[in-house]
């Protein structure tokens, strides 16, 4: 796996407003009729760049609520349906992110994954609290990392825009820079394809910060997906044709 080179990338993102610029700058086209087929409820784009294949595969929204389908569960259903039918060569979730400025993180920063955690899975029983905490490394990525010029940590998931006093412990013992809501899912996935995988996270909100998370995340949403457009193309440039040992 680690000889080949990449000639598939597939981009996994929460939210439509996080998934359209990128499909913009990619200039990739929706999927009709779809590559994942209803009732999951995702939207895929497609598109040749750099000489490789891209597709972009947002959640969609809840039938339910008419928002973007969040949080672990969607993102591992749509992870596992995504990399089935379109077998990349290289996953990455892409997305938004609270930051701890303890560990580096400013609002605007692109952060690249070294490792992948949950802090809300609390199973206190020999065996299954590991499992619950989960925690496996990204793929090794120091020359993207310098060529981009990203900050790097470990990122941290969970289903909860804020934490509570558990969540906050984990956070810690996970030495979590980033705190979101789907890498640790896709991670699982990933591993079970064996596909290698990496994310990148843009910083709305400082979590050892002093404001609700939900005022400065939908403050500066806007711009932290202007973030992630301005990094996705030169991250698929890189990428494109190397191999995993190369990154
Ligand atoms: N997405 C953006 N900010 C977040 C935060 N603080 N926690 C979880 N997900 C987020």
Known sequence: MERKSIKSVLVLVAMEAEALPLVNILDLKEDVPPRIAPPAPAVSYTGEKFGITINVVRNGKCQLHGVDNVGTVPAAVTAYLAVHELKPDLVISVGTAG????RGAAIGDVFLATAFANHDRRIPIPGFDKYGVWRIDAV????????????????????????????????????????????????????????????LKSITDIVDGDRPPQEEFLENLHSAAQALQRVISPVLEFVAGKTIKEL
Not at 99 to 102: E, Q, S, T, V, W
Not at 169 to 185: I, P, R, Y
Request: glycine share 6%; proline share 5%.
């Open 140 to 199: 090794p990525a120091p020359n993207l990392r310098e060529a981009l010029s990203l900050k790097e940590g470990v990122v941290s998931s969970g289903n909860s825009l804020d934490y509570s006093k558990e969540d906050w412990d984990q956070l810690h013992a996970n030495e979590a820079a980033v705190k979101e809501m789907e890498a640790a899912g896709i991670s699982w996935v990933a591993h079970l394809h064996n596909v290698p995988f990496l994310a």
């Open 99 to 102: 930051g701890f400025k303890a």
